[in-house]
């Protein structure tokens, strides 16, 4: 990253931070949908990608430039200390064999005017403009990539917010249904209806539970901060995601909708920019064809001062042709074309293994969206079946016909379907959130 950009990014934050510390702003979301939106609005690099295409349309304006006359004026005042001396054979001031040394000139001259010049033919000025509409392309394509890239940021940010939040709720249920285990267990000890192991099963659960609620409020806190970045917000700005997550209900299995990777338009690009430079070094070859003219007057003096009287300055008009043709330049200029036509082929070669590299990736990544899909089908319906067998132990361990170890084990088990569950939920929102960022 160069330090333009760099220093646009650190301007561009501490511009959101002190609008942050200004004021406080509510920010209130009932679906990603919504979500996107603002983050698509608000993003601070998102703007800074805006701003590198509207600098790339003024460069393009600047290499277009060639294609309109330079024109100039211009005043020239001279004193010549010491006139030139010219030698002249002596005949023409009748002094035969003789030569003879005459003074041309006035001591001051004035000059004043009007310049235009125009370019008929140089390859090179073209090849710069194309080029030059090539990088509005890029800084558009690689606008269009981050733009990809920042929904997939967001939507895993989210879905990962709320997980951990339904997690949280859940954790909290299992939080009150651990204590009480362990104070039966407790009471179970003093009466000498069960053993210590009982005790120390039920307070590694109840420990358990509590790091995993632990787990998912530091996923909670990350999500939700990371989506305060994504937004552009400052520390006094809160948001409000009003979305929850049915863990019991179904994902469904519609159709996949995957879009165009946004990145393979970057590479093509610069492919396509590379082959342009390869042709601009060639174009610094072929010959160049020009347009000059002046339109002026001149004053010459034997004193130090102006007159405008009529008559005292005298018409100095011309016009010229330049054609400028490259001879030898030291093999530079073929040096040059062969750099660009090595560029060019790297160019076209990252082209082609991004490509091969998408396509696995796309093919990859359907195939984890299956598996994931079956997995957390398969992990919520054993999440939700040992939840109704934890409900029908705890009855049959209140009528006296389950021991408390085994209430314990069918409580543990629980547990473990539901880190599964929740792992594997978290695993294909994942999965989702990049196939989501490419429609």
Known sequence: MDKPLIATLLATGLLMQARAQDSTRLTTVTSFAGLWEKVR?????????????QKARIDRSAARS?????????????????????????ELVNRPGTTYYVEFGKHYSYTTGLSASET???????????????????????????????????????????VSRAAIAVANQDRSLADSLVGMSRQRLEEGLTDAAALNLARIDAGNVRSNLAQSRLLYDQS???????????????LD??????????????????????????????????ALQRREKFAAALPTLGLSGYYGFQQFRDDFAMSFK?????????????????????????????????????AALQFDNARLQSQAGD??????????????????????????????????????????????????????????YLNNMSNLLNVQASILARN
Do not use: C
């Open 120 to 162: 008929l033919f140089n390859w090179t000025s073209v090849f710069d403009a194309r080029i030059a509409s090539s990088n509005i392309t890029l800084n558009q394509a690689q606008a269009a990539y981050y733009e990809q890239t920042l929904k997939e940021q967001t939507a895993r940010n989210y879905y990962a917010l709320l």
């Open 41 to 53: 609005h608000d993003n601070p690099t998102g703007r800074v990608y805006a701003l590198n295409i």
């Open 224 to 238: 939700l901060e990371n989506l305060h970045i994504l937004l552009g917000q400052g520390p006094n700005d809160s």
């Open 66 to 90: 060639f294609l309109y006359p330079n024109v100039g004026g211009n005043f020239n005042g001279q004193d010549n200390l010491a006139l030139a001396v010219t030698p002249v054979p002596g």
């Open 310 to 346: 009529q008559g005292a300055w005298t018409n100095n008009t011309y016009i010229g042709l330049n054609l400028q043709v490259p001879l030898f330049t030291g093999l530079a200029n073929a040096n040059h074309w062969k750099s660009a036509k090595v560029s060019e082929q790297v």
């Open 241 to 274: 995601i009003t979305e929850t997550l049915d863990l019991a209900q179904d994902e469904g299995d519609g159709p996949i909708n995957l879009g165009p990777d946004k990145n393979l338009d970057v590479y093509r690009v610069q492919a396509e920019t590379a």
């Open 363 to 420: 093919d990859l990544l359907l195939r984890q969206h299956q598996d994931y899909l079956e997995m957390v089908r398969v992990s919520r319906d054993n999440f939700l079946l040992y939840g109704r067998n934890l409900v029908l132990s705890r009855q049959k361990f209140s009528e006296g016909l389950l021991a408390m170890d085994g209430y314990l084990k069918v409580f543990e088990d629980y547990l473990t379907a539901e880190n599964a």
